[in-house]
């Protein structure tokens, strides 16, 4: 039972244009979503979070953007670069003691040429 | 910056054998996890701990135990390893202030033969 699903394994973009990753999720007890990229035989690198509280966080080409009513959140990187091109997982924090974090499958970005 | 750090990059080992992964980290996060990540699978939470000595566990437990004696060690023991527990074990730490993203090792791919 996924509760944090990247329906879309991969995603090819033209260098310079908007990447946009989806994720959704099931458990209304998230409070806090992440967003991770991670290069091959590497750890994952944390890029963005949001609080279940908000709808929008930015840090420079990344935003997060919420969607509480739809369990939904995604991921926009805008210029995309070469660099961008990486496996890139959805995370929630459920809301309890334990912090515990729970990741979705990957979205694997190809930035084309 | 966080450092966590896993004792080894690459490692392989009989079916059978007691196999140890060791993780610390330098930041006195109170949060430490172990993942194993599998193509297709996503990261997968086998075992996290919010405290030390407490242990909780993840999605995956099964041939799977933890030790934490010190706030800065975490450690995945395999009792008797076998060849599905082929794959790349990820640690990762984090603190509940000022926010809950986790920071992650380099990995272990762990090959059992």
């Known amino acids: 039972d996924q509760q944090v699903k990247q329906n879309s394994p991969s995603l090819s973009v033209q260098e310079g244009r908007i990447s946009i990753l989806n994720c959704d999720y099931t458990n209304s007890m998230f409070d806090y979503f992440l967003w991770y990229k991670k290069y091959p035989a590497e750890g994952p690198t944390f890029l963005i979070s949001?609080?279940?509280?908000?709808d929008k966080n930015e840090d420079g080409r990344f935003t997060v953007f919420l969607n509480k009513s739809a369990k939904h959140l995604s991921l926009h990187i805008v210029p995309s670069q070469p660099g961008d091109s990486a496996v890139y997982f959805c995370?929630?924090?459920?809301?309890?003691?334990?912090?515990?974090?729970?990741f979705g499958k990957g979205t694997r970005l190809h930035i084309l040429p | 910056d966080v450092k966590v750090t896993q004792s080894s990059r690459y490692l392989v080992k009989r079916t059978g054998e007691k196999v140890f992964l060791e993780c610390v980290q330098d930041m006195d996060h109170e949060n430490m996890f172990w993942y194993r990540q599998d193509p297709g699978l996503g990261l997968r939470l086998i075992y996290f701990s919010y405290d030390v000595k407490m242990k909780e566990k993840g999605d995956i437990p099964e041939g799977y135990s933890v030790s934490r004696e010190k706030k800065e060690r975490f450690s995945l023991i395999l009792e008797s390893a076998s060849t599905n527990q082929t794959s790349m074990y990820l640690c990762a730490s984090s603190s509940n202030i000022p926010g809950p993203e986790a920071f992650f090792g380099q990995g272990t791919r762990l090959t059992v033969v």
């Open positions: 949001i609080s279940s509280i908000k």
């Open positions: 995370a929630a924090r459920l809301m309890n003691r334990d912090d515990k974090i729970i």
